[in-house]
């Protein structure tokens, strides 16, 4: 020690000094036990993945991601990872995809997975595939060559379901069912022997049906520990001293068309309104800075290229384009009464329409002639995530020539081109979560880590 | 005119250091200019096959993450391919076409998107995408010691523990331990290869927060401790590993005792055993023979030696969230601020024996990386003597190399989702 001098003792007093005051904040192992709270607005009355009936959103995916696996799963940067397979292939020209199973995964009942179960479970879910079990692997055999196929297994729709009589559903994911109160109350308890070990803490509770107001106030008085915010709340909501995340823009919000345009009058007044949406002032007026103005289906970080599309207003050419049809339709523009967001959106987007001439009256009437929506992409995997666009609008995906990203942006210029959608953002998802909240992490594409976190048992 | 040779003596050691390093700078700017060849003649390619050749305006931007360096790199090749393929570079308003380049990127590929502009038509859009590689990062200091990390291996999946098995200055053979197997690689040619692939037996999963430990053997080539499992190495050629179920307890000091170059007559830390739960990511607490007359402590995470004159005070970095220093006879507390990683490491520097823990990252303080530091423990309270050395991300693993004076940490890289092996080592800067 004598051959350092005072200088260092003071530089090295002040150094432990300051990593005293940051002694809350160190990071350490994980710890074992507790209940994590979770609020959300969604308020799904089924747990069945199958189940189209129920609204598609992160949240119910996220959900779901706990109980039920899948063979294959997508990381937030795309790439396929194993999950109930450990390993595929395909056949030349890739019709015929062979998926081995993982061994020793059993489901919360207790039994074996076995790839009778998986196939059955994705033939219901796919009621068009061929799918059957070879010995421990499951194949697919599809009409056409899919060289996304295990991207597409990776959906939720596609997780492995065990069903029992009396419609009782048993899955092979971290937590099982311990308690459901469709659309009120799921508890979840850790699964002992799952196959990548038990998650650290022993259960799970979320609430559901809380809008935005109440699941804040549930986190600040600490009856949750991860609530749900709103991306036009998320900034004032950080300010105010809460740990929130964001995930990368992943919910698509558009307007969307009834039908295809039947004339060519029709296709200039879809270009005309286009061209008036003034995205940015929406985004800082509206949006509190939220978001990215959009006028591509996939989000820029996604693709890569989004920007291409431009998303800047131009009313000049808004109105040259208006000008040459001689006389415009009123519009009937929908949208979700219970989405305080989207009203204020549909009505900005009316109000830019008439500077260009065009009318276009909001409603929350079922049948219009336009609606805004928001769709949650499906996956990290640009390829899927613009399919299931394509899908949830009642398009068809182009065929590719192949698989490169000029060949993805061939097939969304494609699918723009066809003026049945006008993108308008793409927002991202945001979470606040208490202290005691530790390891928390939100992918990229919007997942969450939940089966990761623990809880600290001190309060920090 | 003479050349110089190493065996020179007229020139200097620091001249030759010199040399050595401009030229590895000249090599890594080549190498760097180099791999963005391929893709920006492909891009100029497109480029040329829309607008034919002729005077074309081009305008490059970046949009991406590359430096600005590797953007006048690429810009430079661009333009020199697009004229190789007769597309004279030209002012826009003076070109028949105008190709605006940018360089982009998502989360896989860099994503360069060219839209070429002729007179009236609808414009032509061309990509080219490039696989993004990782960044390196360095680490400065300004404390009389500083640490250093010597990348040892990368890979996708889970690192537990990497050992080096052969080294002349660096490492030649290094053992990678997962959750499944070891794997044995060796340096051949400047690249390395993987000799043999040891499956790891295991009937129960493992603990999430999986954690493991490969030690060298005296009779054998090594020996692996993991959650409830043990398994041995064979001694000959080809090797094989025999595990079994197992609650062994884990060598905390490398058995047998490691003797470290007398430093002011230090006795040899002498080995002591850790439970480590079956089902769990921590030692249980009890010990084998023991610390003096104690024979458990609390729940913990990480342990290190550190020897005095007449006693060897333990470290034991407990679930608690505390630090128990531990001598034999008295468990004292405290709360440094420490994570839950501690390693000792037997040095040239300052008081000889420095110990290594990890806390959470300077510059990240709510992202996840974290940061080791060097302490040295005068009497109980521990006075830092490096820098913090920021990771890309949490650290998963740190153990102390059997040889003593460096640790094994694996970090797992929160941009990539990889798990990167460094060696830490000590360096005393004044």
Redesign the interface.
Known sequence: MKRFGWQWRAVSSLLLTASLIRSGAAEIRPQYGGTVHVAMREAPISLDPNDTTQADSFARRNLLALIFETLVTVDDRGRMRSGLAVDWQAAPGNQRWQFHLRRGVKFHDGSSLTAEIAASSLRMANPSWKVFAEADSVIVECEHGDADLPAALALTRNSIVKKQGGGKLSGTGPFYIEDWQPGKKLTLGAEENHWRGRGFVDAIEIEMGRNFHEQLNELELRKADLVEVAPEQAHRVAIEGCRVSSSQPVELVALVFSGDPKTADDKLLRSALARSIDRSSMKSALLQGAGQPAASLLPNWMSGYGFVFSSDADLKQARQLRDQVRTAANWTLGYDANDSVARLLAERVALNAKDADLVLQPTTAATVDLRLVRIPLASADPWIALAYVAGTLGMSMPNARGESMEDLYAAEFALLAEQRVIPLFHLPEEYATAPTLKDWGLAKDGSWRLDEVWMAKDKP | MRLASCNSPWVSKPILILLSVLLWCCSLLANAASSWNEPTQQLARKIVAVTGPGAVGVIVEN?SSLSKKDFDTISGILRVNLEALGARPAQPEQAAATAAV?L????????W?A?IHQGAAEST???V?VPRGDEAELADD???MSLRKIPLWTQEGRILDVLVLQEDGTPRQIAVLDGERVAIYRLMNSKWQQEQSLSITHL???????RGRMLAAKDHLLDVYLPGVFCRSSSALPLALNCRESDDPWPLVAPPPVTFPSFGGAPAVQPLGAFFSA????FTGALTPGVGRLTAVGKF?SAAPLPRDKYVLWLF?G?D?QVHLVDGITDQAA???????VASVKTAC??NWQVLA???GENM??S?A?SV?AY?I?DRD????SAALEFSG??TALWTEAKGDSAIAVVRNLET?DYEAFRLAVACS?
Request: cysteine-free.
């Open positions: 949009r940018w982009s990127e998502n989360p896989r590929f860099y994503v998107v839209e859009v061309v990509i995408t300004s404390m009389p129960r999963p493992w603990p999430r927060d999986l089902t769990r990511n921590f995470y970095l679930t969230g709360k440094p601020g420490w994570g839950s990683a300052g008081a990890t806390g959470v303080t709510d996840g974290d530091r040295e005068a521990p006075a830092p003597v949490e650290i989702g004044q």
